[in-house]
């Protein structure tokens, strides 16, 4: 049964942790711009990289294992701004 996240800090038993500095902001950045990151383990930074794009976004440690997650986009789901296209309607020729 998973713990809800305010039960797991009333516990005391938190399941993992957002590590925002264990690899800098800027070889991060340079690593997404070139898209250098590889799936896998990388030694050098001593981390799973779970991300197939070569983009990593957020690190979380869970149980002493360090994972890199893919990059979130911000505009996965967007809709047309054109506003012919959102009627739903076909025009006829």
């Given at each position: 049964m998973a713990l809800q996240k305010q039960e797991q800090e009333d516990s005391g038993a938190v399941l993992y942790e957002i590590l925002d500095d264990y690899v800098s902001q800027s070889v991060i950045k340079s690593g997404?711009?070139?898209?250098?990151?590889k799936y896998g383990y990388d030694a050098k930074h001593d981390m799973v990289i779970v991300s197939k794009t070569g983009e990593i976004g957020d690190i979380y440690k869970i149980?002493?294992?360090v994972i890199a997650l893919p990059k979130a986009y911000?505009?996965?789901w967007s809709r047309s701004n054109k506003s012919k296209s959102?009627?739903?309607k076909q025009k006829r020729m």
């Open positions: 997404n711009t070139r898209k250098s990151w149980q002493n294992l911000k505009n996965v959102r009627t739903g």
